[in-house]
């Protein structure tokens, strides 16, 4: 009776009050929310893309790395990622994708409200559910920042991901969408980002030919590219794998026995791990990098808005003095020569165990420097463990000269298969201008990533020897003058050589027969502390002791220093600094950079040519004869010097070549140095590493793009006055045994002038 009183009571003009506060409240809660996606669009809650960010963005502005003839040698991107077009998917990758991720794709216009509100309350319910559309991923790959872990900001970032994605749908096609995503998406492990590049790690195949089972892995590995990885977590992969293949059954893209077939077959991997190392020049290319950054670090270089240049992301265009054709060349030069040495490496360890006796842990050293321990060793994985999955058998692709192989073995095998492959090392630059015109830091980018000529230093040997000469001639001897040429010992060190008979030599022959007795006469007279000092001021920046050992290449330096020191030689005593860049521009082609090289005059130019003439030689008639009478390795006529050099137990071996407007450097050898050759038949820098300086040669001189003379080496202006060149015209004994000389020595003729 009391509720019916009341309810009586409920006047008309109640009724209307309560209906105009409803809808003020509703009318209100509407102006809130549209005031609230209002200041979200304008970005008071964080910036969003312009239209102008959503037509260019910043990912596709790769800088481009240009030839000194205007070629692209390369980009650099957005980590390992390279474009696709929507044509150059698989329409398995297509379905795989719209099935698991986004079922009603070509329904909704950037959000799917259905699901949105099912996710919320399945979520509020404690059953967390994923609720973006494709468009929606791609706005946070895109534009975004990584996705928030607080959930206050991981809620104002939805909202902004869901008025990008309605701008997104606005001004682009679905299939454009799907292509973006693509391009975009993370994989995870191996710098793996967009479909071409997971294509090609995990299969070894472009987009456009992945299968419905491997699309379904790939799209599978979406959802967590660490906690589905096929390397590392194989069957959690499968079977996310074939959730994605009923997936693709259930929306009818495939059928039922389609479906069933894929899913027994295993996941296939044709692991291929890559970084940008496509193409000419990649060793070149990764180096070039860093350089630029430590430039643009070193001298402040910055965009108008202070923030440091991206190489990934600003367009920058870097030009280098590297010349296509020659690059190409090199790299030719480079396989022809190695593929023939290898077979002959192969056939002395075939029998023959690499790994024991003092060689005993390279296997395990190889083991921790490779990309798949590092990988297990960041996730947590114990000693114990990561030994146990280098034990076991998967499927791999290896480098061989015939071409990649794809093959099962276990990675300790394999570790074992690198570690009996040569490597080999080049490059050439023009002695004038220091300008690099070919660089090929490795045999192969892809399975070898380690540079050689510039990071990489090795045992010089031999080719150390020109040093001590040098420092001789510009300090008062000539290269007729007569030094012994005997075993002996200074000190604790006695020098091993070839020469028993104890005559005297020149200093010219000495140089042209890398005689070590007379080099570590010569050093011990002169000094070690002298010639490290003018090896060091021509460019060699490593670790050089003042030791007599120094004489015979005691010490290691990097391919790119000796080259750089020898063209010295060439340039009448001045030494100009090895140069790998040019100049570097903005997108918009303003200038940003520009190097200048450094230079230092290191000889008197009479002693360079001294030195150019003793090195020319080494190639007439001394140990690089073999570039003048062996068609196959050379058949060169014209005029040329060079220098062989081998470390112990045929370690390194090198060989650095000079023309007048060229001087070039080749070092070969195993990755450590107790894996080589047990004879110096193969092992030698004359047999292992000058080869490919003649093959190389050979073809600058056949390319009729490239104009490098074959004249002789031009004498310094005023000739030669400080000493005698043609020592069939001088004899002269400078030792200590006087009366081997034909005539009682003066301070003029210990000169040699």
């Not at 979520?123 to 494709?134: E, F, M, P, V």
Request: glycine share 8%; charged share 25%; hydrophobic share 35%.
């Amino acid at each position: 009776m009391k509720r019916e009183a009341k309810s009586s009571n409920l006047t008309e003009e109640d009724v209307k009050r309560y209906s105009r506060n409803f809808w003020k409240i509703l009318i209100g809660l509407v102006l809130i929310g549209a005031l609230f996606l209002l200041s979200v669009r304008i970005g008071i809650f964080g910036k969003l893309p312009t239209f102008k960010d959503l037509e260019n963005p910043r990912s596709n502005l790769a800088s481009e790395i240009i030839t000194d003839d205007n070629r692209i040698l390369g980009t650099y991107y957005v980590h390992n990622r390279s474009n696709v077009k929507y044509s150059e998917l698989s329409p398995y990758l297509v379905q795989a994708l719209v099935s698991t991720e986004d079922k009603r794709f070509y329904e909704h216009s950037g959000i799917d409200y259905s699901r949105t509100i099912s996710t919320v309350l399945l979520t509020l319910s404690g059953n967390k559910q994923g609720g973006s559309t494709i468009t929606q991923q791609l706005a946070l790959n895109l534009f975004g920042e990584q996705r928030a872990r607080s959930s206050v900001k991981r809620i104002m970032q939805k909202f902004q991901e869901w008025i990008t994605a309605v701008r997104l749908e606005r001004n682009y096609t679905k299939e454009e969408i799907i292509m973006m995503y693509f391009n975009t998406v993370d994989f995870g492990a191996y710098n793996t980002f967009g479909i071409k590049s997971a294509a090609r790690t995990y299969f070894n195949t472009t987009p456009d030919k992945l299968t419905a089972e491997q699309s379904a892995l790939l799209v599978g590995m979406l959802k967590g590219p660490g906690q589905y990885s096929p390397v590392r977590q194989a069957e959690r992969a499968l079977q996310r794998r074939n959730l994605v293949l009923a997936n693709m059954r259930d929306q009818n893209f495939i059928t039922a026995e389609e479906c069933t077939k894929a899913a027994e077959k295993p996941l296939g991997l044709k692991l291929t791990i890559s970084n940008y190392g496509e193409g000419l020049a990649p060793y070149f290319r990764a180096v070039l990098k860093e350089e630029i950054k430590k430039e643009f670090q070193r001298l402040a270089i910055t965009k108008p808005d202070g923030t440091p240049y991206d190489l990934d992301r600003d367009g920058l265009k870097i030009y280098t003095p590297i010349n296509y054709n020659m690059q190409q060349h090199a790299e030719d030069a480079q396989k022809e020569w190695m593929a023939r040495l290898q077979r002959e490496f192969d056939k002395q360890w075939k029998r023959r165990n690499a790994f024991t006796g003092k060689n005993a842990n390279l296997l395990v050293k190889g083991m921790k420097r490779s990309d798949r321990y590092i990988a297990l060793k960041a996730e947590g994985m114990s000693e114990e463990n990561i030994r146990k999955e280098f034990d076991k058998k998967v499927q791999m692709n290896l480098f061989t000269w015939k071409g990649n192989i794809d093959t099962t073995m276990t990675p300790m095998d394999s570790v074992r298969f690198t570690k009996l492959f040569l490597r080999n090392a080049m490059m050439a630059m023009e002695p004038k201008t220091g300008y690099i015109k070919a660089w090929v830091g490795g045999i192969n980018f892809e399975h070898f990533k380690y540079d050689q000529v510039r990071l990489g230093t090795r045992q010089v040997g031999s080719t150390a020897k020109p040093f001590v000469y040098a420092y001789a001639i510009d300090n008062g001897y000539g290269p007729c003058v007569s030094i012994p040429n005997h075993s002996r010992s200074y000190g604790n060190w006695t020098p091993r050589g070839t020469q028993q008979g104890g005559d005297p030599i020149t200093l010219k022959n000495a140089i042209k027969y890398s005689q070590n007795y007379a080099s570590a006469y010569l050093i011990n007279e002169v000094g070690a502390a002298n010639v490290a000092d003018l090896t060091k001021r021509m460019g060699v920046n490593s670790n050089i002791p003042n030791e007599l050992s120094i004489a015979l290449g005691s010490y290691d330096a990097s391919l790119f220093d000796m080259v750089g020191a020898y063209s010295a030689f060439v340039n009448q005593g001045t030494w100009v600094e090895p140069t790998m860049i040019l100049r570097v521009e903005d997108k918009n082609g303003a200038p940003i950079y520009e190097k200048a090289p450094k230079v230092t005059k290191a000889l008197n130019s009479e002693t360079a040519y001294a030195m150019v003439d003793m090195l020319k030689g080494v190639v007439d008639g001394g140990t690089g004869n073999r570039l003048r009478w062996d068609p196959n390795f050379g058949g060169l006529k014209n005029p040329i010097g060079g220098k062989t050099g081998t470390t112990n137990d045929n370690s390194d071996a090198w060989f650095i070549g000079v023309t007048p407007e060229l001087v070039t450097g080749v070092w070969t050898g195993a990755e450590d140095r107790g894996i080589s050759f047990s004879s110096m038949q193969y092992g030698q820098g004359a047999a292992a590493a000058m080869p490919v300086f003649g093959l190389f040669m050979k073809r600058v001189y056949a390319d009729k793009e490239l104009h490098y003379t074959q004249d002789d080496f031009p004498q310094p202006p005023g000739g030669i006055t400080r000493f005698e060149m043609n020592c069939s015209n001088f004899s002269q004994f400078y030792g200590n045994d006087p009366s081997k000389t034909e005539t009682p020595l003066t301070e003029d003729d210990r000169l040699g002038f």
